[in-house]
DNA sequence: TCTGGGGTCCTAGGACCC
DNA sequence: TCTGGGGTCCTAGGACCC
């Protein structure tokens, strides 16, 4: 890990809200609610008036009477996301996206370039601001998650360096909701304990988080409260699934109904798979039903495809197989998503010659490092030209 | 808090392989 | 013949994130 402060957390504020009130003076300064059946997003006039993303229009509608509503634009927001990320390669080469209005960056080797990362972080704010018109928090720290934690803490608008000897300091007082992977469920847990701060968690050794949270989320919580984390910031990730899905209402539904829906879906998903260049073998059919349980089925191809008819064809496969549960339950959302994408096609292009011997195993070790080993888990193409396919590394 | 649409990662059992 | 150890893949569920 090191010991220097490199990593930027940049996370635009209340991003389409935001965006739509960049594009409509009259909604600027004033609270703005996109999305009718549910908040997609609330400016910060909303949230001072308790409106949150992810709850029912009725309900924030009634919290904030004056907002106003306006639907999704995703084409504006994916344009902004894309002009955003455009500034922060230009910062560094070094990004990792998280979603579609945040991300990691590491400025380490800019310090005799561009300056200290707070100056580099300083600069990044303003001109998002001036060319793309949107305000954006960063926080600036050590490591990943105390900079994903200080930009947390300083939105809106905000700019925030945890400096290496305060770290604990600055973490231990946050309640646990504030880390990294810790949710309702994992709150609820902890505060049967009797635990609310990070530094609660700290004085915990690991067993007892394991045996309370499960050995994947205690290690990790240990790990986050003791204030390691060695993770870098990754370069070139990809998604690994696509999906779409739609939401019924109460029904009943036909099972003819929902095959229509279904090839609708698949239909969405395929064609964005095949803009993006991407195959894929594992179908998941996504159910919820009417007492809000969830169920998955799933099944695997035996090649990777983006063709809508094989795709289609196992999907309908799914529903017919989950008509019974569907019949029981009352189904209230469809989905599909496609996973296993794209392995097999990964083409890396090297700059030395594909050849046994120590510079080939130190570049497997760099891909590794670099996209995890799940990314050689099927081999990976070497080649010195773009679009020449190399054999397969052993594996 | 009564619920949209898009994702990630982890766990666990069973099948199957050497 | 009824038995080890190690590994991958598939399926399903669950928690979490924006």
């Known amino acids: 890990m090191s010991s220097e402060v490199t990593i930027l957390h940049a996370d635009l504020d209340a991003f389409y809200a935001s965006v739509e009130q960049r594009d409509d003076p009259r909604l600027r300064g004033r609270p703005v609610i996109v999305g009718g059946g549910v908040v997609l997003a609330c400016s910060y006039e909303a949230k001072a008036r308790g409106v949150r993303s992810a709850m029912g229009g009725r309900q924030a509608r009634r919290l904030c009477p004056d907002a106003l509503v306006v639907p999704p634009r995703m084409a504006a927001y994916t344009a902004a996301s894309r002009a955003v990320f455009e500034i922060f390669r230009h910062t560094t080469p070094l990004v990792e996206g998280l979603s579609i209005d ?13 300056g200290a990362p707070t100056a580099v972080a300083a600069a990044l704010r303003e001109r998002v601001r001036r060319e793309v018109g949107l305000p954006i928090t960063v926080g600036v720290a050590r490591t990943k998650f105390l900079a994903k934690v200080a930009s947390g803490v300083a939105k809106p608008d905000g700019l925030l360096m945890v400096e290496p000897e305060r770290e604990l300091a600055f973490l231990h007082p946050l309640p646990v909701e504030r880390l990294w992977g810790v949710g309702p469920v994992t709150a609820a847990r902890l505060r049967e304990r009797g635990i609310r701060t990070v530094g609660q968690v700290a004085r915990l050794d690991e067993p007892a988080l394991v045996s309370l949270l499960g050995g994947g989320a205690g290690r990790h919580l240990h790990a986050l409260a003791h204030n390691r984390d060695p993770r870098a ?11 779409a899905q739609h939401a019924l209402g109460r029904g009943p539904h036909s099972p003819a109904d929902l095959d229509a829906v279904l090839a609708g879906l698949v239909d969405r998903v395929t064609g964005r798979m095949r803009a993006a260049r991407r195959t894929g073998r594992t179908v998941t059919l996504r159910l919820r039903f009417a007492d809000y349980t969830r169920a998955t089925r799933s099944h695997t191809l035996d090649e990777p495809t983006a063709q809508t008819g094989p795709l289609r064809a196992a999907a309908g496969d799914l529903l017919r197989a989950a008509l019974p549960l569907i019949a029981e339950r009352g189904v209230t959302l469809l989905g599909v998503s496609v996973g296993n994408l794209g392995s097999g096609h990964t083409q890396l292009t090297l700059p030395f010659a594909a050849e046994p011997g120590p510079a080939l195993d130190a570049a497997v070790d760099a891909v590794r490092d670099r996209f995890g080993s799940r990314a ?20």
């Open 102 to 114: 945040e991300a990691f960056l590491d400025v380490g080797g800019l310090r005799r370039l561009a």
């Open 233 to 243: 910031v990754q370069v070139g990730r990809r998604r690994s699934s696509m999906g």
């Open 376 to 395: 050689l888990t099927r081999g990976v193409l070497l080649g010195r030209d773009p679009g020449v396919e190399m054999p397969r590394l052993p594996d």
